[in-house]
């Protein structure tokens, strides 16, 4: 992802539906892992949003970000931050207790590799969140614009896991509800969707995407895709 668009998103997470959702799902994968707290790693984290979450419930955050401007953003403000390429991270094998990995796999071109340095870091029974765009029927200029390579079906994403010897405990769709809608704008797409909201048109969004924690929608198509993994002990 480009300076332009880090620095868009900066500004932009902290109200927007979709950025404030997905802190939402990290807090309550959060919630689900036994044991307390430990040393957690946000591989691609941009700015630094969903490491502040990681933060605030306990653990020991460290942001591994590519970008100048969202390893700047995330320094800004308050988090430990190391720039580093996802594909050789400098780390300890097993010396982290949890890998988040929102939205970045999508983003590495040898995203082989990446998994494999996240198992490396992870020590046995150590956990792995992801997310990632899914379905090649939605690509569209906003994935280039964003700086995507790729984007994952779930046999795709489970191989790319169970490739690199972690255990797959849970994977399921997320913004189910408005993949119509999706569908429909990336078709006459040029740029990226990220942008300021209306704030009425924001809590409409807002309302669907939160229904989706009430409904049994997660094994439909989405927009993108939620997995839980574990580095056997």
């Known amino acids: 992802m480009d300076a332009a668009e880090v620095s868009k998103l900066a500004t932009l997470e902290d109200r927007h539906w979709w950025y404030r959702e997905r802190r939402w799902l990290l807090a309550r994968e959060l919630a689900r892992l036994p044991g ?25 955050e460290l942001v591994i970000e590519y970008g100048e401007e969202g390893a700047l953003t995330a320094v800004r403000r308050g988090l430990r931050t190391v720039r580093a390429d996802g594909t050789a991270l400098p780390l300890r094998t097993g010396g982290v207790d949890l890998v988040v990995a929102f939205d970045v796999l999508e983003h590495i071109e040898d995203d082989v590799a990446a998994a494999a340095e996240i198992q490396r870091s992870l020590r046995p029974g150590g956990t792995l969140l992801v997310a990632v765009p899914c379905d090649m029927d939605l690509w569209s200029a906003h994935d280039v614009a964003v700086g995507h390579v790729r984007r994952y079906d779930r046999d795709s994403l489970r191989r790319l896991i169970d490739g690199a010897g972690l255990t797959v405990e849970d994977l399921r769709s997320w913004n189910v509800l408005l993949r119509p809608v999706v569908r429909m704008r990336r078709r006459g797409s040029t740029e990226s969707d990220l942008s300021e909201l209306n704030p009425l048109v924001n809590a409409g969004l807002t309302t669907i995407i939160r229904a989706e924690r009430l409904l049994p929608v997660s094994r439909r198509k989405g927009v993108s895709l939620l997995l839980r993994a574990r580095r056997p002990a």
């Open 36 to 60: 307390p707290p430990g040393v957690a790693i946000d591989i691609g984290a941009a700015g630094g949003g969903n490491t502040r979450v990681l933060r605030e419930l306990g653990w020991r």
